[in-house]
């Protein structure tokens, strides 16, 4: 098939996509895809960084283990960043979609049938950004570590090292709460936009969404709280 003809073939193809990417819909169901791509990553990040609890041979060899995985690593990396910058794109290409819609503020804002983390969604999500990636230049990377010696490969020391500064604790919890309210709306919005949402179920599904996004928070910030009490040392 010559460049022309496949060019053409393409064509049909190219333009579904873009028609898709440029819809209310088609943005709301990337949102919804990339979040649950990420979701997954923070429930796996979790899982990983709760063996700081088993001593440091458990967690060092865990790390260890996605070290030695090389290219499948980076494959995992490159597609959570492609996530992320869709995700971005898509949730601020919607709000400026809305305000041009409503162009004229209210005169009095109602929060009605709004949570407070629907309401903080656009602002809670440069927060955490900003938090990912100063926990990647501290803990992955070791560019920062304040107050005491990053060393390769040791993450359980480099875990309670980095930990035992209360504010460095204290803006890892409060960065891992506004995820929390991050994800409650975020998982709630999912359902929505992927039509399992049913006004039946409405109850259950914010319910659910509520205690996942808490059940998180608890556990990322076990580890800090952990750590300032003595109880991992």
């Known amino acids: 098939m010559s460049t022309t003809a496949s060019a053409a073939a393409l064509g049909p193809h190219r333009n579904r996509v873009v028609t898709f990417w440029q819809s209310t819909n088609g943005k709301k169901v990337v949102m919804a895809i990339t979040g649950a791509m990420m979701f997954l990553f923070v429930v796996g990040h979790l899982l990983g960084n709760l063996q700081v609890f088993e001593g440091p041979e458990k967690i060092n060899a865990y790390a260890h283990f996605l070290h030695s995985i090389g290219e499948l690593l980076w494959i995992v990396r490159l597609a959570l960043i492609l996530a992320i910058i869709l995700h971005i794109t898509a949730t601020v290409q919607l709000a400026l979609r809305n305000k041009r819609a ?58 309670v090292s980095g930990f035992q500064v209360w504010w460095v604790s204290a803006w890892y919890i409060f960065a891992i709460t506004l995820l929390g309210f991050h994800l409650r709306h975020g998982l709630w919005s999912m359902f929505q936009s992927v039509g399992i949402a049913h006004t039946r179920h409405t109850p259950m599904l914010k319910s659910a969404a509520l205690l996942i996004a808490v059940a998180i928070v608890l556990g990322y910030i076990s580890i800090p709280i952990s750590i300032l009490l003595g109880i991992v040392k």
């Open 102 to 159: 409503r162009p004229i503020g209210y005169s009095r804002k109602e929060a009605i049938n709004s949570s407070y983390a629907s309401r903080t969604m656009y602002w809670s999500g440069p927060i955490v950004l900003a938090f990912i990636i100063f926990h990647l230049l501290q803990f992955t990377a070791g560019y920062i570590h304040p107050e005491s010696r990053f060393i390769e490969g040791d993450v359980y020391h480099n875990l």
